[in-house]
C-alpha cells in the first residue's frame, strides 16, 4: 500500500526558509519518480518540482528554480524540498506525490498516489 506524508511547513517571514519532507511507506524512493505540488486558497494545484528515479533528474517550476531544492534522502527513505528567499505568493498547502514509476511527468493527473499536504504560509 504506497502512502506518502509531507511534513514541515510552518510560518516563515518573507525571505526566509523552510525544508519540507516527503516520507513513504509501502516502497522506496529508488522505485518511484516524487513531485512536489501547492495549492494556494482559490487556485488550482501547481506543480513545484520532480525528481526522477531513473536518473535522479530534477525539474523546477520557472518561479521556483533557483529558490527551491528536491532531493532524496537514501538514509530514511525521505524526499526533501528546501525552500529559501520564500515570498508570500508561495503561501499554499504544500502536497508530495508520485507517479507510481520512474518518470516525472508534466501532467497532475498522471500522479495517482497522493500524501497529505502541509501548511506553508510566508509573512510579508
Known amino acids: 500500500d504506497v502512502q506518502l506524508q509531507a511534513s514541515g511547513g510552518g510560518l516563515v517571514q518573507a525571505g526566509g526558509s523552510l525544508r519540507l519532507s516527503c516520507a513513504a511507506s509501502?516502497?522506496?524512493?529508488?522505485?518511484?519518480?516524487i513531485g512536489w505540488f501547492r495549492q494556494a486558497p482559490g487556485k488550482e494545484r501547481e506543480a513545484v518540482s520532480c525528481?526522477?528515479?531513473?536518473?535522479?533528474?530534477?525539474y523546477y517550476t520557472d518561479s521556483m528554480r533557483g529558490r527551491f531544492t528536491i532531493s532524496k534522502n537514501k538514509g530514511d527513505n525521505t524526499v526533501s524540498l528546501q525552500m529559501n528567499k520564500l515570498e508570500p505568493e508561495d503561501t499554499a498547502v504544500y502536497y508530495c506525490a508520485t507517479t507510481g514509476d520512474g518518470w516525472c511527468k508534466l501532467g497532475i493527473s498522471d500522479y495517482p498516489y497522493w500524501g497529505r499536504g502541509t501548511q506553508v504560509t510566508v509573512s510579508s
Open positions: 525528481i526522477s528515479r531513473i536518473d535522479g533528474a530534477t
Open positions: 509501502g516502497f522506496t524512493f529508488d522505485d518511484y519518480a
